[in-house]
């Protein structure tokens, strides 16, 4: 059996890449960062906890991929550039395989990222991780929640619903070919960060948010911090392959509260449209125009028409929802 520290040095310690902004790493009582002068410090943590997050039995590799991804989303949402992590891990039991599995599927995504492990806390216990992230913002460049402005566009990045489609798949709520499945279930145990679109966005959105619990409720965030409602067109919102060939209700539901969608919702002016496609164009993310900010509080949801829909979805809440 691996000692606690044995366990962080084989999979969890590794020699530092970026010495320019990690002065000292894992192995001391703190980690010490050297945030370029002028910049601010962006920080958020996200935990996943077995049995709720994920499966007992899910996959360490993709594990490990999605807890740093669902980090790595909050800092695309608010235009921040990656620098480094810390890793706080309850364990069970210390299975090299396990760690080794899971170590190898997060540091792969802290590589692309250029995200460095620089610290945590290692435990025994019901399986649980936590990570905090940090990274660095420009002053008044972040994309904040509470920016939008009545007249800005709504635009999502990438496609929405997959990770629901998956999970109504597992559930056999719906009968899914093997293909549409896998392709489905890659969304939801591994998703994409858009991190290159929040950082090309800066200086051109307004209000970011990431959506993890449904667009529906997420965007209600945006709303109720800047004080504006929305109108969303439903049949606008971008969905994928596999979602595209189920009925319309399944669609409209799964891409407006589905969950785990990690993609962005932002606003920008409307006379910045060019400057948002181009953007998205040289982050290689597709987006797509859904709707609009208006005074009035609260959110409209129209058909592709514009006629009202009355569609009675909410957001998942880990108290209330089961
Ligand atoms: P302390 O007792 O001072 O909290 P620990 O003994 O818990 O320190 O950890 C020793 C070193 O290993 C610290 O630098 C800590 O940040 C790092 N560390 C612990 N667990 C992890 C982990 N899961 N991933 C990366 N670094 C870790
Ligand atoms: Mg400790």
Redesign the pocket.
């Known amino acids: 059996m691996l000692s606690e520290f044995a366990l962080?040095a084989q999979y969890?310690?590794r020699p530092a890449r970026h010495t320019e902004r990690v002065v000292l790493g894992?192995?001391?009582?703190c980690?010490l960062l050297a945030p370029a002068p002028g910049t601010q410090l962006a920080i958020s943590s996200d935990m996943l906890v077995e049995g709720r997050h994920f499966f007992p039995d899910a996959n360490p590799e993709q594990l490990g991929h999605k807890c740093l991804a669902v980090n790595l989303s909050d800092l695309a949402a608010m235009g921040a550039k990656p620098l480094a992590f810390?890793?706080?891990?309850a364990l069970p039991e210390a299975r090299a395989e396990w760690l080794q599995a899971f170590s190898a599927g997060m540091l792969r995504l802290a590589d692309e990222h250029g995200c460095e492990?620089v610290?945590?806390?290692?435990t025994k216990g019901p399986l649980n991780i936590c990570i905090t992230v940090f990274g660095e913002t420009l002053p008044d460049r972040a994309l904040r929640r509470d920016a939008a402005v009545a007249g800005d566009d709504v635009w999502i990045s990438g496609a929405l619903g997959d990770a629901r489609l998956a999970l109504a798949g597992y559930r056999g709520e719906l009968s899914l070919d093997a293909a549409s499945l896998d392709a489905a279930a890659a969304r939801m145990h591994a998703p994409t960060p858009r991190v290159a679109l929040g950082l090309a966005l800066r200086g051109i959105a307004h209000a970011a948010i990431d959506i993890s619990d449904g667009l529906i409720g997420d965007i209600g965030h945006i709303l109720k911090r800047s004080g504006v409602g929305a109108t969303l067109n439903v049949d606008a919102l971008p969905v994928g392959p596999m979602l595209r060939r189920q009925p319309i209700e399944v669609r409209r539901h799964f891409a407006l509260a589905g969950g785990d969608d990690y993609e962005l919702c932002f606003t920008a002016p409307a006379s910045s449209r060019q400057a948002v496609l181009a953007a998205a164009s040289s982050a290689g993310t597709p987006v797509t125009l859904a709707g609009r900010i208006e005074a009035e509080p609260g959110l409209r949801l129209t058909d592709a028409g514009g006629n009202p829909l009355d569609l009675k979805l909410s957001s998942f809440d880990h108290f209330t929802s089961s």
Do not use: K, N
Not at 26 to 29: E, L, P, R, S, T
Not at 86 to 89: N, S
Not at 119 to 122: E, K, P
């Open positions: 962080i969890f310690t894992v192995g001391d009582d980690a810390t890793l706080a891990l492990l610290g945590g806390d290692t």
